[in-house]
């Protein structure tokens, strides 16, 4: 299961973490697993992820997640470039910032369905906002992603 596995993948990332090793990464170590044959243990189904983030769309709108927060995270894991990111986060574009919203959570829906380890980077993003709706809203995703599954 997804969950066993990413929980089974979050111990075996901080126990490794803790080892200080330097084939480790800190960022996200809760979420991607230290070797690359546990990250094949854990991999995401692009599929059921594509549908868990559809169905969380409006989830994530009302999660409270700022849209220059989640364009620099989205940057970051090269989700999206630098001139997407100042188009999403450009107030002077004449769009509202719930349509520039729209606009990246339409790039993250498209991302997941070709690659589903975007949807482990959306989970971590949810993590790091570290609020009450971002943390509810990331065990939900988790869940409906085993039922899903």
């Known amino acids: 299961s997804a969950t066993t596995a990413v929980q089974t993948g979050a111990q075996t990332g901080a126990q490794t973490g803790a080892q200080a090793s330097p084939s480790v990464s800190t960022v996200g170590s809760s979420l991607v697993p230290a070797t690359p044959t546990e990250r094949r243990r854990v ?12 169905e969380y769309t409006s989830g994530i709108r009302r999660c409270g997640i700022d849209l220059h927060f989640l ?9 999206i470039n630098v001139r997407q990111k100042k188009k999403a986060t450009d107030e ?27 949807f482990e980077y ?20 988790i869940n409906k992603y085993e039922q899903f599954k």
């Open 122 to 141: 959306i989970l971590e993003i949810l993590k790091d906002e570290d609020t009450i709706l971002a943390n509810k809203l990331y065990d939900d995703m």
């Open 92 to 118: 002077h574009s004449g769009r509202t910032t719930d349509q520039r919203m729209d606009q990246l959570l339409d790039i993250i829906r498209g991302s997941i369905k070709k690659e589903g380890k975007v």
């Open 71 to 79: 364009a620099e995270k989205l940057l970051e894991k090269k989700i």
């Open 43 to 54: 991999e995401v189904i692009p599929e059921v992820a594509y549908r868990v983030m559809s």
